[in-house]
RNA sequence: GGAGACGUGCCAGAGCGGCCGAAUGGACUUCACUGCUAAUGAAGGGUCCGGCGAAAGUCGGACCGGGGGUUCAAAUCCCCCCGUCUCCGCCA
């Protein structure tokens, strides 16, 4: 949720970001106005409110016919008192209505427009050429099926379209992969979290998802659980209406976890291979943090993504996420997108999201700030900020980025270690 | 799955339907005392929302797991949900 206050005293921002966004700049007079409604309906309430409890003393205090004559004077208060506490109740759920469906505010310099409207920050690597390497590159899905790592027939026998079995050096790649991510974010201070895959309906809706309207949610209806997309939703709701003591440094979660999506809207896309699957596995770095060290610690979190693809010998380019694509609780999104040798194109492979207060205010977790005086201070929202290290998707560019012409696959030097030395995946 | 107990402030733990934002301990902060630590004595605390105020503040409202209800009045009575614990059964 945006912060209402801020809106009511710069609703020019706010205009421009929704502009951006190509989202509905009118709510923000919606909001407005709103909120003026609802301070009046509080106020009115509240006087009554006041009014009634002194007259419940008055009764407390008299007996005999004097307390029946004040308990008939009072009950036509009483009632006055349940409609306007009604009235104000309204007003409440008419602000935080609108307040559930404004976008985060988008932070400055944030490119405008759609998906197509990303501004491109940096480019890594060389593209590898095949024709001067003499043969023609095979998919991952052929790679993974000549080296035994990636069975999608057997998959769809078990579980449907998109789900697939990892087996064998596929499995291990995997696990490797996870690991490596995993030592990266243990040498940069992160605890390690193996966090719960079904959440409840609050959880999901207060990291930013739409249980009601979103088509990718999985949703266990008989235990009303919802399967996550990213443990990022866990993450999130760890410390949901908590004050936490932050000192100096960010709270760093690493959460690995299995996560799952229906990709309802994506039918015929990417249906070869584990591009695009409904589960898969997820290294992602969660962090808590003060509102004005969010930023910097964005830009952590894109350098740690960027050090995973350095060690596996990527080509990749980092994307600044255009406005009208970073969902609802992003100020800003970095992708990191590997390029992928038979599709020649980039694929994203990691994502890293500044989400401000938004979240936090949603999920009510707040830090206690000190005042200036001393020991005292009051609390304030904290930013929430997450980021890709690794997935099961970064197969599909390790295999075909390093393949070789017999379909065997070069292990980057970096991932040896955590596949017990092996440097080459070969030809079963 | 069956039976039961419980959910109060940072923690422990009281609380006849009105005098309860809430006793009492402990922890914590500040002050005093002691050469330091400890001990002792004194004082002080929550969160959110609204009004007024430049601010410190001040006045008012809400909050005793969550949501409904009864009542002039609910931490206290009733219902539903969530969670914790104990016993039995079942499964691994």
Redesign the pocket.
Known sequence: MID??HLIENPDLYVASQRARGADESLVEQIVSA?AE??SS??A???L??E??????R??AAKGDE?QQ??AE??E??AN??AAEAAS?EAKGRLDGLQRRFPNLIEDGVPAGGEDDFSTVKTVGTIRDFSADGFTARDHLEIGELIGAIDMERGAKVSGSRFYFLKGVGARLELALMQMGLDLALKNGFIPMMTPTLV?PETMQGTGFDVEHDDEIYKLERD?LYLVGTSEVALAGYHADE?LELGEEPIRYAGWSTCYRREAGSAGKDTRGIIRVHQFNKLEMFIYTSPEKAAEEHARLLDWEEQMLAMVELPYRVIDTAAGDLGMSAARKFDCEAWVPTQETYRELTSTSNCTTFQARRLNI?E?VAAED??K????MVATLNGTLATTRWLVAILENHQNPDGSVNVPAALQPYLGGLEVLPVL
């Open positions: 209402v206050k909120d609802r301070r509080i106020t309430f509240e006087e409110r006041a009634q409890k002194a007259f419940g003393k009764v407390a307390k004040l308990l009072v009950k208060l009483s008192v349940k109740d409840r009303d004050i707040r206690r001393g020991s201070g009051g609390t304030r």
